[in-house]
T-cell receptor, first 113, second 119 residues
Framework: AAGVIQSPRHLIKEKRETATLKCYPIPRHDTVYWYQQGPGQDPQFLIS???????DKGSIPDRFSAQQFSDYHSELNMSSLELGDSALYFC????????????FGPGTRLLVL | AQTVTQSQPEMSVQEAETVTLSCTYDTSENNYYLFWYKQPPSRQMILVIR??????QNATENRFSVNFQKAAKSFSLKISDSQLGDTAMYFC????????????????FGQGTRLTINP
């Protein structure tokens, strides 16, 4: 079965640089979520989209923005990167056929130097 | 706001033993979902089991079962005949039922329990 795809899998950036993370949900899933997991932490919700509209917003810094496109893929844009942004970023998707269950991608490991 | 608490930071059992991971949550909602996710060393988040709050019957998936006590707001995970591959961080998570105004709801995670299965 198709799973959530995230790219890139690993990313190394310098402070103050920008990064773009991409997420391709499971086919026919209309909702996308972004989570941030710091070292030794539980995942924290950043933002979600339903049918290409922002659905909910969590603890996402103003330096970050995201959108969902017409093909339902989503991108998380991160600017003015800080050392504290180093984390594992997960995308999850959910659809009407997924039993209201979020399925996670493999994550993007971001390291800011 | 909802909170999820996992009071066991670490647990360790021998292979083939049964182990129970605890989870409690706090909410004023009546309709919601509860999940256990597993995060092995690869750090992939893998769904283990889900429970709908309006269903009284406890969910079961092969060797994994839950004890859902709605009144006590408790949602424990039992792993039977534990295997080496069960070694992972286990997260309990809560999700409100979505509604037309607020849309799809986010997952709220507990702090996790690191489970080690020893040979």
């Amino acid at each position: 079965a198709a799973g959530v795809i995230q790219s890139p899998r690993h990313l190394i950036k310098e402070k103050r640089e920008t990064a773009t993370l991409k997420c391709y949900p499971i086919p026919r899933h209309d909702t996308v979520y972004w989570y941030q997991q710091g070292p030794g932490q539980d995942p924290q919700f950043l933002i979600s989209f339903y049918e290409k509209m922002q659905s909910d917003k969590g603890s996402i810094p103003d330096r970050f923005s995201a959108q969902q496109f017409s093909d339902y893929h989503s991108e998380l844009n991160m600017s003015s990167l800080e050392l504290g942004d180093s984390a594992l970023y997960f995308c999850a998707s959910m659809g009407t056929d997924s039993g209201r269950t979020q399925y996670f991608g493999p994550g993007t490991r971001l390291l800011v130097l | 706001a909802q909170t999820v608490t996992q009071s066991q930071p670490e647990m360790s059992v021998q292979e083939a033993e049964t182990v129970t991971l605890s989870c409690t949550y706090d909410t004023s909602e009546n309709n919601y979902y509860l999940f256990w996710y597993k995060q092995p060393p690869s750090r992939q988040m893998i769904l283990v089991i889900r429970q709908e709050a309006y269903k009284q019957q406890n969910a079961t998936e092969n060797r994994f079962s839950v004890n859902f006590q709605k009144a006590a707001k408790s949602f424990s995970l039992k792993i039977s005949d534990s295997q080496l591959g069960d070694t992972a961080m286990y997260f309990c998570a809560f999700m409100k039922h979505e509604n037309r105004i607020q849309g799809a709801q986010k997952l709220v995670f507990g702090q996790g329990t690191r489970l080690t299965i020893n040979p």
